[in-house]
């Protein structure tokens, strides 16, 4: 009996344990030329695949397959006919923070990821400590929702957000009036969830900030509507991963700050040319003058020749170790020797 008991506590612990296995189908939305194929590369547990997929139209390409999603991370590539990569995407997506419900089949619909994107470097720890106002969409929202759209979005102001409108009821049918708000589920990553049943065909859409204080629609991203086509299957969810919020040019975050090397900071107590701990001190002090910004030069170590071909900043030999030149001797958690 006890044996009994104890292979039933394995296989139970085993299913209970066992990764979700869906059916995902990637689609991208992309433009190939003439002898261009795209492949999607697949990285779970340490192990990559490389997936050709299949051309649909002028404008996507797509691969359906079951897979476990746990720990699953995907980006995609061009490729010529001898399968040399003419691009690569250089970030990749994840699929563990997707907030999937009961749904067996996951539709993945994204957009080439351009690395001038300002979502890449305006996603930083200025916005992170800005903006605190993160949470994770409710699961009642998701347990009808058909489509989930999310678009990486950095918006300094506190009381800006995202929001969504479209030629259809459910988006507000362009009524500024009745926009969708979006949830910052991270730093800079907006969602909502929608149940888009009663419609079937192409949907034109497009994103917007609208002011959380006064409730108000501040104003539409620039450029052409954005659209996707709907069509639905059973127990399936839709998720459109947008990229490249457009926005108006007195929109993109602007900041002031300081430029100085650390060989140039000077402080009381150090020995005169510039030491880690001068650090503190600068910041502190543009804190107090109302910066947000410090620039300094690489503080690698360079110490290669021991010569004076060593002073130069961007020859480090180590992308670790950082420059012994900075240390505070004061702050060494040793005496040093008068030898």
Same mark, same amino acid.
């Given at each position: 009996m006890f044996i009994g008991l104890f292979a039933f506590a394995i296989m139970r612990s085993f299913f209970l344990n066992k990764p979700r296995?869906?059916?995902?189908?990637?689609? &991208?939305?992309?433009?190939?030329?003439?002898?261009?194929?795209? /492949?999607?590369?697949?990285?779970?547990?340490?192990?990559?695949?490389?997936?050709?997929?299949?051309?649909?139209? #002028?404008?996507?390409?797509?691969?359906?397959?079951?897979?476990?999603?746990?720990? &699953? !991370?995907?980006?995609?590539?061009?490729?010529?006919?001898? !399968?040399?990569?003419?691009?690569?995407?250089?970030?990749?997506?994840?699929?563990?923070?997707?907030? =999937?419900?009961?749904?067996?089949?996951?539709?993945?619909?994204?957009?080439?990821?351009?690395?001038?994107?300002?979502?890449?470097? &305006?996603?930083?720890?200025?916005?992170?400590?800005?903006?605190?106002? $993160?949470a994770a969409l409710a699961p009642s929202s998701l347990s009808s929702a058909t489509h989930l759209f999310e678009i990486r979005v950095p918006l300094y102001e506190?009381?800006?957000? $995202? /929001?969504?409108?479209?030629?259809?009821?459910?988006?507000?049918?362009?009524?500024?009036?009745?926009?969708?708000?979006?949830?910052? $589920?991270?730093?800079? $990553?907006?969602?909502?969830? &929608?149940?888009?049943?009663?419609?079937?065909?192409? *949907?034109?859409?497009?994103?917007?900030?609208?002011?959380? *204080? #006064?409730?108000?629609? =501040?104003?539409? !991203?620039?450029?052409?509507?954005?659209s996707i086509v709907i069509s639905h299957s059973d127990d399936a969810l839709t998720i459109v991963r947008d990229l490249g919020y457009r926005f108006l040019p007195e929109q993109l975050w602007r900041a002031a700050g300081v430029a100085i090397p650390i060989f140039s900071l000077r402080s009381r107590n150090a020995l005169g040319s510039g030491e880690f701990a001068d650090l503190k001190l600068l910041g502190d002090w543009a804190k107090n003058v109302g910066l947000s910004l410090i620039q300094v *030069?690489?503080?690698?170590?360079?110490?290669?020749?021991?010569?004076?071909?060593?002073?130069f900043p961007y020859s480090a030999i180590s992308v670790y170790a950082l420059h012994p030149q900075y240390v505070s001797i004061r702050d060494l958690p040793y005496t040093l020797t008068t030898q």
């Open positions: 296995i869906m059916t995902l189908t990637f689609t &991208l939305r992309y433009a190939t030329q003439f002898g261009e194929h795209i /492949c999607l590369h697949l990285a779970q547990n340490g192990v990559t695949r490389v997936i050709p997929m299949r051309f649909v139209d #002028t404008q996507s390409w797509r691969i359906e397959l079951d897979t476990p999603i746990h720990n &699953l !991370e995907y980006h995609f590539s061009i490729r010529d006919d001898s !399968e040399q990569t003419l691009r690569e995407e250089f970030h990749s997506r994840t699929l563990t923070s997707l907030p =999937v419900a009961h749904q067996t089949t996951l539709h993945l619909i994204d957009a080439w990821d351009m690395p001038n994107f300002p979502e890449h470097f &305006l996603v930083n720890k200025v916005l992170e400590n800005t903006r605190s106002d $993160v506190r009381h800006q957000q $995202v /929001c969504l409108l479209g030629a259809h009821e459910a988006l507000g049918h362009w009524d500024t009036e009745h926009f969708i708000p979006l949830q910052q $589920v991270a730093a800079g $990553v907006w969602q909502t969830a &929608l149940d888009l049943s009663a419609f079937n065909g192409t *949907l034109a859409y497009k994103y917007g900030i609208f002011d959380s *204080l #006064t409730g108000r629609f =501040v104003s539409f !991203e620039t450029g052409e509507n954005r *030069l690489p503080i690698n170590d360079s110490s290669a020749n021991y010569s004076w071909d060593d002073q």
